[in-house]
């Protein structure tokens, strides 16, 4: 199988999977039960979300593993079992995945702030090494990490996984728009500055999910591709922007709006196409849809 980046360097768009988390509370997860707790407990449940992708048209599929650190694991008191939870990650969703699917192992944020001294950079990039060395001896062919703020812990994850496994390493940033209009992190850095520093750190593609549906991901993608005209650039945005009725978040973009914006994105410079929260396999056929007929 190609690696991703020679893929599209050949000049292919992907298509990536979408959301995990409903799906998972669909077949049962409950609130303050571990997600990532299942691939040891309920493997089939979660080889069903990654199968249901794959047949939806994905060129690639993501791990259940986004909260897999051992910083994360350790409030369920499963530290201990961190190397073995991801390493079931990634051999589930290979299984899933077939020899010319890629699998993308999920690395989300620690949820511990480095200015704050909670614990150091060392000990952050160790729980880092550990997840994607794990994700990589269960089948993963590039590490995505995914969903941050802090370009500092951005950059530790990027570094743990490019020198400690051989996987193709994608980084993604979650920006919001602010008051004045701007695309920010909630550590206020704009998709301007990341592009160098995890290029810098070992990234072979960079992105942004989260945080906006695909439209407002439109001109997230325009400020990376002006601030470096060649790294390949992945977006997974949310099927809109979340609403809350009745105590429970409802996300509104049906798959054909999700749809109706991937020219554009094309245009604006993306190389991988694919969904976040509220997202589901029907979003990524229609997307798949899309670029084939684009393609054509």
């Known amino acids: 199988m190609k690696s991703i980046s020679s893929e599209l360097h050949a000049g292919k ?22 997600p990532e707790s299942w691939n040891l407990t309920r493997p089939d449940d979660v080889l069903d979300v990654a199968r249901s992708y794959i047949l939806a048209g994905a060129d690639m599929i993501e791990t259940n593993s986004f909260g897999g650190s051992r910083f994360k694991l350790k409030h369920y008191g499963l530290a201990e079992k961190t190397a073995e939870i991801n390493e079931a990650a990634a051999k589930i969703s290979r299984q899933a995945a077939g020899p010319d699917r890629h699998v993308l192992g999920s690395v989300g944020p620690t949820g511990i702030i480095l200015m704050m001294g909670e614990v150091s950079a060392q000990e952050l990039y160790d729980a880092f090494k550990e997840q994607a060395v794990a994700l990589e001896q269960g089948g993963a062919d590039a590490i995505i990490v995914e969903t941050m703020s802090d370009l500092e812990e951005a950059v530790l ?7 400690n496994t051989g996987c193709e390493v994608i980084c993604t940033m979650t920006f919001e728009k602010t008051i004045n209009g701007e695309y920010k992190t909630m550590m206020g850095i704009s998709p301007a500055e990341i592009p160098e520093k995890l290029i810098d750190a070992g990234a072979d593609i960079i992105g942004s999910n989260c945080g906006n549906g695909t439209k407002g991901m439109i001109e997230i993608a325009k400020e990376l591709r002006q601030a470096n005209p060649h790294i390949p650039i992945l977006i997974h945005g949310n099927a809109g922007i979340p609403k809350y009725l009745k105590g429970q978040t409802v996300f509104n973009e049906t798959p054909e709006e999700t749809a109706s914006y991937v020219s554009q994105l094309i245009e604006a410079g993306v190389n991988i196409i694919g969904g976040c929260c509220g997202t589901t396999p029907e979003h990524i056929r229609q997307i798949a849809e899309k670029i084939h007929d684009l393609s054509r």
């Open 13 to 34: 768009i992907l298509i990536s999977d979408g959301a995990w988390g409903t799906f998972l509370h669909d077949k049962g997860l409950k609130p303050g039960e571990c």
């Open 157 to 163: 994850a990027v570094k743990a996984a490019r020198e």
